[in-house]
């Protein structure tokens, strides 16, 4: 069942989310949605498509609209203040679902920003299309967790293709790289693939 909620981050912010708890989770999963600025939110296609996963992977979860976003109070805020929503949320999630693996990720944007959320319960990240634009990579907290992290990375990306999701990641413990074939930035044709990436990381961090 899915259950909408508000989320209280600090004055000014209260954050628009859907929480799903499945009867008895294996994992619960934070996901993270694209720059707002160029259109993002918590409904746009990967976001999703990773959304629409979970039950069949038995993993709770949320999404929420950042601050400033669809029905989010507050301001953009560049990369920091999304950083304390993504915090708040993981927060409300655990809440609900129990001790259970933390996930979190998303997608582009969403997934930098998950990057740089520093939590000792994060079991593992997972990315898609990743730009490692939002903050500088050596700044994320990611990189220093021995948790496992997948890069779900297009072929074709046109703003952090495989060659600089590699480079950037190399010195990362846990870090893997998938590649998915054929497709751009935008994972055209590639849904399911990336709901598949979701199943699969469940089974691997669970």
């Known amino acids: 069942m899915i259950e909408h909620l508000r989320i209280d981050v600090e ?3 209260a954050l628009e989310a859907e929480i799903f708890v499945p009867v008895a989770p294996r994992a ?12 993002g939110d918590m409904h746009t296609p990967v976001v999703a498509a990773l959304w629409n996963a979970l039950p069949v992977a038995e993993t709770a979860g949320i999404r929420f609209n950042f601050r400033g976003t669809g029905s989010s109070t ?24 129990g001790d259970v693996a933390l996930l979190v990720g998303g ?3 969403g997934a930098d920003i998950s990057l740089a959320v520093a939590r000792p319960d994060i079991a593992g990240w997972l990315l898609a299309a990743a ?14 967790s021995p ?15 495989p060659k600089r999701t590699t480079e950037v990641t190399a010195t990362w413990p846990g870090a893997e790289l998938v590649v998915i074939d ?10 399911d693939d990336i709901a598949e990436q979701l199943r699969s990381f469940v089974d691997e961090t669970t």
């Open 11 to 13: 004055p000014g912010v």
């Open 28 to 39: 619960a999963m934070v996901i993270g949605h694209p720059n707002p600025l160029m259109g």
């Open 74 to 97: 507050g301001a953009h805020d560049q990369g920091p203040g999304e950083v304390r929503d993504f915090e708040a949320a993981a927060t409300a999630l655990v809440r609900a679902a």
């Open 107 to 109: 997608w582009s944007f």
């Open 131 to 144: 730009p490692f634009k939002v903050f500088e990579p050596e700044t994320m907290a990611a990189r220093l």
């Open 147 to 161: 948790a496992p992290k997948r890069f779900i990375v297009p072929q074709h990306d046109h703003i952090c293709g």
């Open 182 to 191: 054929g497709t751009d930035h935008f994972f055209g044709g590639a849904l």
